[in-house]
């Protein structure tokens, strides 16, 4: 697409530069979701979101991702990241100083080995960071971790910053799980979603239940719920929960 080794977004299809452009607004958006919810400190943490391109379109598989170390007060649209699969930075418009997420690795091995993934989410909110510190899942003793997670929020293998083994962590821990969310050992908590604003909300509600046990606990013993009826929560708010549209109506 150029003489450099990187694809060149310009030179890419329009639908596709528009795209981009759609998904960097929605990154740089979400991250503030981050702040409101109070699951960041300073620079820390990251959304991302699979860039959806139409089959048969002439371009590579791409993600948005937040820059490294840069303040959520200055993040916007324009300075959001935009990465191959492989986790390389193409040429997207923005200074080569602007480099994506120190997470961006692990980001990019979800989304290579989970096509159904959309979005990835990383904090160290921190009573889910707590969990994460003492290796220990999040047991699913109250209704709304059966309706969001289906069960408990599972604790991830620890792994170092820097390739993708926080990646295969991940995929590891939530291939074949109902929950979107794992706490990776002595680092703190990713979540996936069908896309960035899906991921964000699982966030919110991974710390949200994080919080709630570990108060329950310190109460004293907690109750399990049974597995069956974990089910029956998982099914209505995953199928019933909500509004739908009605069969051949918007």
């Known amino acids: 697409m150029s003489g450099t080794s990187r694809p060149v ?5 329009a639908a596709v530069q528009a795209e981009v452009a759609a998904t960097r607004e929605r990154v740089a958006r979400l991250h503030a979701e981050l702040v409101r919810y109070e699951l960041v400190i300073w620079t820390a943490g990251n959304v991302s979101e699979r860039v ?26 324009e300075s959001m990241v935009v990465c191959t699969l492989d986790g390389t930075k193409i040429d997207d418009g923005t200074p080569d100083r602007l480099t994506p997420s ?28 707590a ?5 220990e899942p999040i047991p699913c003793v109250i209704t709304m971790m059966g309706d ?6 599972p604790i991830g293998p620890f792994a170092l910053i820097g390739d993708d083994s926080i990646g295969q962590g991940i995929v590891e821990t939530l291939r074949g799980s109902r929950s979107r969310a794992v706490l990776m050992a002595n680092h703190g908590p990713f979540t996936i979603g069908s896309d960035a604003k899906d991921a964000v909300k699982a966030a919110v509600m991974c710390e949200d239940v994080a919080r709630t046990v570990h108060i329950a606990q ?9 597995p069956e009826h974990i089910d029956s ?14 069969d051949g109506k918007d």
């Open 9 to 13: 977004l310009a030179q890419m299809p």
């Open 102 to 129: 120190s997470d961006t690795a692990a980001h990019a091995y979800v989304y290579r080995h989970m096509a159904e993934v959309g979005g990835v989410v990383h904090t160290h909110s921190t009573y889910a960071t």
């Open 52 to 77: 959806r391109i139409e089959s048969g379109t002439d371009a590579p598989e791409l993600f948005v991702i937040k820059p490294s170390g840069v303040s959520y007060d200055e993040l916007a649209p």
């Open 218 to 226: 310190q109460l004293g013993g907690v109750v399990p719920i049974a």
């Open 131 to 135: 969990w994460a510190a003492r290796n």
């Open 148 to 153: 969001e997670f289906g069960g408990e929020i």
């Open 233 to 246: 929560l998982f099914d209505r708010y995953q199928n019933v929960y909500g509004q739908h549209a009605e």
